[in-house]
């Protein structure tokens, strides 16, 4: 998997790239935070939005799954976050 390497960074780079500029911070500290976990975001589960796709392993395919999981990475934690609160309430 190291040939893909390069692709992937680019796919993760771009897409928190793009998750910044759709939804941009507040603050300095908001866009640190935001630009690491969108790019652990994409590191992690670029792999896993490819396989779900079940697309083929080309670079174009690498890139794009990277950045479709760095991109959504935000919301993604988001609707994690509403989600344990309402847990939370739930449960007290």
Known sequence: ???WFGAKIIGIIAGSFLALVF????????FVRRALSALVFGWVFGPVVHDYLQW????EKIIASG???????WWTMGLIRRFVENYKKETE
């Open 23 to 30: 939804l941009p911070p507040r603050s300095i500290p908001g």
């Open 1 to 3: 998997m190291t040939e």
């Open 56 to 59: 083929p392993m080309t670079d």
């Open 67 to 73: 950045a479709i999981a760095a991109f959504s990475s």
